[in-house]
């Protein structure tokens, strides 16, 4: 009768490698194959391996690539507040690294680790697709299926490489890097396809392509699970056989003393390791907005294009079109998407892995290997070295522009240091503060002024709040009309009163009280497949604003803009075309992302090796969850959570909380080193 292999057994079977990627953590299970017969190898690795590699390399194109478009969605294409959308992705985040630990379970006690896999990448297919379509039900729904699709398919695909090897196998690390090359590979070429297609044909074909690859990998796996099988069940059977592995030493008995001083110092560690993880985190969240919002996409431009803005005295036909940024058609004006920088950390890793894992062993061999404490404070120490760098990016940027404003219009507060926010309502009845320009925008002596890159986010939002209120009614009107109106569209359709290709409008007369409309930012318009159609036509010899299809958040900022005060306007769109040739070199994020890889590398692999090696062998699992459960789901919880404050204060005040958490790590963590090392009880 063939035995059962537990969640926990598999966990037990880990060993350390030399590299791990980013947040590739969840891997229970190194196993092996005996040495009886190698047939049907490449690079002496069973052609089996090649099947988990590029199913594996394939699911993480697709989380990957999604993950690099997600913000960025719902901040401009949604136009949710930072804090909104921050908090949707804490608790996607969280959940994506906590569901493995139910998924596992649930593939040992009923699906198996192979049907599980197939499962689960069917629903994070079906997560994928949904995200391509527009209504939001298919967002939320959209994200449901992602986590519970890598609840079922991450821990148990990384549990059938262990089914490949013997342990003692020499192949089994090897055997482990090829295995988390796919996932570099997958990580790095994700967000640049997903993000490429976002850039040419918008968020929902970049959705879509991170759909067909889960596909691609599910085709991988379901062609060589065979095969894959096949190798496991030979390893069960002369398991069972009773055949030994004579090199497999027996584990030495160790005093109760020595249990509980290691278990003190994994926790010690873990809690550790959520402060790293915390500021590493923040690379999908603010650094994607850094990226989009105050770095130069423009790589071969040695300064920023600047944005122009139609002048106010335009026709309405060119107003409709909003900002543009100048450029030619030369492979000099292309402009990377904030999306493929996502893809920095994993060619870092990629490059540099081999190089660490060199340089320990080369220390080993030497005897002078620094311990597991001792890296993981060199880890904590680059962590505020790369935000020292985006002090120094902060720095670039934050030079001053402005414009002569003589009194402030209704709508826009101003602090008693000169700070220009708004009071927005909320949906339960109170008052949320909102900032533009991240605290930066100061008014003071009939003067405008903006220290930095004011984002076109908050100049849109500012000039709505600058609207009449006459004017934010007929917009709330007119919404509410259109949505109104596109119900009675779908009932007449279904009664067959209508054609089901009929069109519609409906149309609303902007009273002359809400003062002069100018869209200045863009009529909106919308995406219908490939095409982007203007769903809002102004006439302003008759103030008719029409409208053929339901308005989102923001369309409605869009034309709450288009009514905002004319003094004000002027002014602020003077400051948001001049700081926008404001924003800083790449080189600035490719130093923090390689900064920010040598402390992952420092810290990473050597914490997750420390748990397999000096957690009590009937403890490791419980261990594992919990290195899990902090460096996973409570790390990326809070990490978005914190991200949720990107905007409420200044970029340097941002970045400066994560370079003095690194250093008071590094420093804790050095001081405990003389209390910590001799709790290992000789464990490196």
């Given at each position: ?111 198996g680790a192979r049907w599980s896999v197939v499962i ?287 009194v402030m219009p209704a709508g826009i507060s101003v ?270």
């Amino acid at each position: 009768m063939r035995a059962r292999r537990t969640w926990r057994d598999r966990l037990m079977e880990i060993r350390p490698v030399a590299s791990l990627p980013n947040d590739e953590l969840l891997s229970p299970g190194l196993g092996d194959f005996g040495r009886n017969g190698r047939s049907g190898e490449i690079l002496g690795h069973p052609t089996c391996l090649f099947t988990l590699f590029f199913a594996e390399m394939w699911e993480r194109f697709s989380f990957y690539g999604m993950k690099a478009l997600l913000i960025l969605y719902m901040v401009n294409y949604l136009f949710w507040r930072q804090a909104d959308a921050s908090h949707v992705f804490a608790w996607y985040a969280g959940l994506v690294y906590a569901t493995p630990v139910l998924g596992g379970m649930i593939a040992d006690r009923w699906l198996g680790a192979r049907w599980s896999v197939v499962i689960g990448g069917v629903i994070i297919a079906i997560g994928h697709f949904l995200l391509a379509f527009e209504p939001m039900p298919f967002f939320y729904s959209g994200l449901g299926c992602l986590i519970v699709g890598t609840g079922f398919l991450k821990p148990n695909i990384s549990t059938q490489v262990g089914a490949l090897y013997r342990q003692s196998d020499e192949r089994r690390d090897s055997a482990f890097t090829i295995f988390y090359m796919g996932i570099n590979l997958g990580a790095l070429a994700g967000p640049i396809v997903c993000g490429w297609l976002q850039l040419s044909y918008g968020y929902h074909y970049g959705f879509a392509a991170a759909g067909v690859g889960m596909v691609a990998g599910l085709i991988v796996y379901i062609a060589g699970m065979g095969s894959v099988v096949r190798r496991s069940d030979q390893i069960v059977a002369e398991d069972e056989a009773g055949e030994s592995d004579p090199q497999e030493p027996a584990a030495p008995a160790v005093s109760h003393k020595v249990v509980v001083d290691r278990c003190v110092v994994l926790v010690v560690i873990c809690v550790f390791a959520i402060l790293f993880w915390v500021g590493f985190e923040q690379a999908a969240n603010v650094m994607n907005l850094w990226a989009d919002q105050h770095t130069n996409m423009h790589i071969f431009h040695g300064e920023a294009p600047a944005t122009v803005v139609p002048d106010a005295n335009a026709a309405v036909s060119d107003l409709a079109v909003g900002p543009t940024t100048p450029t030619g058609d030369t492979w000099k004006d292309w402009r990377m998407g904030a999306a493929m920088t996502q893809s920095i950390n994993p060619l870092f890793i990629v490059t540099l892995a081999a190089v660490f894992a060199w340089f320990w062993q080369y220390l080993e061999r030497r005897k002078c290997q620094p311990s597991t404490p001792f890296k993981m404070a060199f880890g904590f120490f680059f962590l505020s070295v790369a935000y020292g760098i985006l002090l120094l990016a902060v720095q670039a940027e934050g030079r001053g522009t402005s414009a002569p404003l003589a009194v402030m219009p209704a709508g826009i507060s101003v602090d008693e240091d000169g700070t220009v926010h708004s009071m927005i309502p909320t949906a339960g009845g109170g008052l949320e503060r909102e900032d533009y320009g991240a605290t930066r925008l100061k008014w003071a002596d009939g003067t405008l002024k903006m220290n930095g890159v004011l984002s076109d986010l908050d100049w849109m939002r500012a000039l709505g709040q600058s609207a009449t209120a006459i004017h934010k009614d007929t917009i709330d009107e007119l919404a509410k009309l259109a949505e109104e109106r596109l119900e009675e569209v779908k009932a007449a359709k279904r009664a067959g009163e209508m054609a089901r290709d009929a069109t519609w409008e409906v149309q609303i007369t902007v009273p002359d009280e809400a003062g002069e409309i100018r869209p200045t930012t863009g009529l909106p318009k919308h995406v219908f497949g490939r095409e982007e159609k203007y769903v809002v036509d102004w006439d302003p010899d008759t103030r008719v604003l029409t409208v053929t299809d339901t308005l989102t958040d923001r369309d409605k900022a869009q034309l709450l803009a288009a009514g905002a005060d004319p003094h004000f306007r002027d002014a602020l769109t003077k400051i948001f075309e001049e700081s926008s040739v404001l924003k800083v070199s790449i080189i600035w994020l490719l130093a923090f992302y390689m900064v920010l890889t040598i402390g992952e590398l420092c810290l990473s692999p050597v914490g997750l090796s420390l748990v397999t090696k000096a957690a009590p062998p009937k403890y490791v699992g419980l261990f594992m969850g919990l290195w899990f459960f902090t460096t996973g789901f409570i790390a990326n919880y809070a990490a978005h959570t914190v991200g949720g404050m990107w905007g409420t204060m200044t970029p340097s005040a941002y970045f400066m909380i994560f370079g003095i958490v690194g250093i008071f790590a590094t420093v804790l963590m050095l001081l405990l080193l003389r209390v910590l090392k001799p709790m290992l009880h000789g464990v490196h």
